[in-house]
């Protein structure tokens, strides 16, 4: 299908450039990375100008982003309004992973949340350093032993 601008990873020759323009007679703009930009020969540079032809060097180097700067958006929106990432995997459709890379600035932890709030947590903890057995804490407080300990280890 031809185009207008074309993208191009690979070193600009003299049969290059000619299938390109057999392929695109209407050719306007050729991109290609920095990395070849700078192997291309001024030569062809100057054929191609005056041609109507511009070679453009592209910074972004990589695969293309599939989600775009839209979808980041919506996941941060989300993800503030109180969804897990679970949650918002399922709505958007996108698998969880990407869900955690698409928002890592948020300092999102995988795994499973607190069962027991912080206040709690410091309620176990101050009550160790009165001396208070973990045992007994668990009773009191009506808290797996197990747990007083992860929370006490913590």
Do not use: H, W
């Not at 941060?76 to 918002?88: R, Y």
């Not at 499973?112 to 009773?139: D, H």
């Amino acid at each position: 299908m031809p185009s207008e601008k074309v993208y191009v990873n690979q070193p600009l020759t003299s049969r290059k450039i000619m299938a390109l323009l057999d392929q695109n007679p209407d050719l306007k703009e050729i991109n290609c990375p920095t990395s070849i930009y700078q192997r291309i020969s001024p030569k062809y540079l100057e054929a191609l100008e005056e041609l109507g032809i511009e070679v453009k060097s592209i910074e972004r180097k990589g695969r293309p982003r599939k989600y775009s700067q839209n979808d980041r958006m919506i996941v941060t929106k989300l993800l503030k309004e109180g969804k897990s990432p679970l949650q918002v995997s399922g709505q958007m459709n996108i698998p969880l992973k990407t869900v955690y890379y698409l928002k890592k600035d948020l300092n999102l932890k995988k795994g499973r949340k607190f069962k027991y709030n912080e206040k709690t947590r410091l309620n176990i903890k101050k009550m160790a350093k009165q001396g208070v057995s973990p045992k007994e804490i668990s009773s009191r407080l009506q808290i797996p032993l197990r747990t007083v300990y992860y929370i006490l280890k913590r």
